[in-house]
């Protein structure tokens, strides 16, 4: 059964860092294309970083320079390192697994139940 458990989320003021993390189970997350995802309310959910089908991280320009995506394999289970965090970050933070699609990251099938991140000014 797979599943996706995520932890780390609370609340923080603005400038502080949290770390979220991600245990996968019934899979093995160094065969899938695995991303974090965020929305907050009111938006769209909007996919802050992921890993490419070529072992690139990727960073949306929101986040770029202030996240680091990370995943241990031997743990299976990803991370995701907020610094420098804002208001704007508010959000509930989802991590995602799916199989790529003619060799992009784009399809997600799997999904965690999500954890509430609040950045207060």
């Known amino acids: 059964q797979v599943q996706l458990v995520e932890s780390g989320g609370g609340s923080v003021q603005a400038g502080g860092s949290l770390t979220l993390s991600c245990a996968a189970s019934?899979?093995?997350?160094?065969?899938?294309?695995m991303a974090w995802f965020r929305q907050a309310p009111g938006k769209q959910r909007e996919r802050v970083s992921f890993?490419?089908?070529?072992?690139?991280?990727k960073y949306s320009e929101s986040v770029e320079g202030r996240f680091t995506f990370s995943q241990d394999n031997s743990k299976n289970t990803l991370y995701l390192q907020m610094n420098s965090l804002k208001s704007d970050d508010t959000a509930v933070y989802y991590c995602a697994a799916g199989r790529p699609v003619f060799g992009e990251c784009k399809d997600y099938n799997y999904w965690g139940q999500g954890t509430q991140v609040t950045v207060s000014s």
């Open positions: 019934g899979f093995m997350i160094r065969n899938y294309c």
């Open positions: 890993i490419s089908s070529y072992g690139e991280t």
